[in-house]
């Protein structure tokens, strides 16, 4: 995977994260705290902002066109719509704080897997180019 300007947290703490979100079952008991789900779904948006400006840099270096930058624009538009959402308050219950990071937890997932393949299609033009 190409490497990440934003270093807030490093990948596997931000993977940590999103394996401990999408864990939780929302419709059942042991939720975590309020406050837990919430301080969550804010480091998942400080680092999911900082993946999408990586992501836009990155996809200057493929065709517009192609299948892979499509495909990365569609991820970094729902991005867009989601990563600047309000803030839920305080007193959100457990369940939607919990919903909350869920739903940031799966777009960083989308977020990283774009990075993958556009750094992929990259190499691949790069690896066209030197034959």
């Known amino acids: 995977m190409a490497a990440l300007t934003t270093k807030a947290l490093d990948t596997d703490e931000i ?5 401990t979100a999408l864990s ?27 993946i ?3 992501l836009r840099t990155q996809c200057l270096d493929i065709l517009a066109d192609s299948e892979v930058a499509v ?5 970094l ?8 959402l309000r803030p839920l308050e305080g007193s959100a219950s ?3 704080a919990a919903q909350r990071a869920q739903n940031l937890a799966r777009l960083v997932q989308s977020l990283l897997r774009a ?10 033009i790069t690896t066209k180019g030197t034959q």
């Open 71 to 75: 495909r990365a624009q569609a991820t």
């Open 77 to 84: 538009g729902e991005a867009s719509r989601r990563l600047y």
């Open 115 to 124: 990075v993958v393949q556009v750094d992929q299609a990259q190499t691949l």
């Open 15 to 19: 993977l940590a994260l999103v394996k």
């Open 94 to 96: 457990p369940r939607s």
């Open 24 to 50: 939780w079952d929302v419709h059942g008991a042991g939720l975590p705290a309020v406050e837990d789900a919430l301080s969550m779904a804010q480091e998942l948006t400080s680092y999911g902002r900082g």
């Open 52 to 54: 999408v400006e990586d």
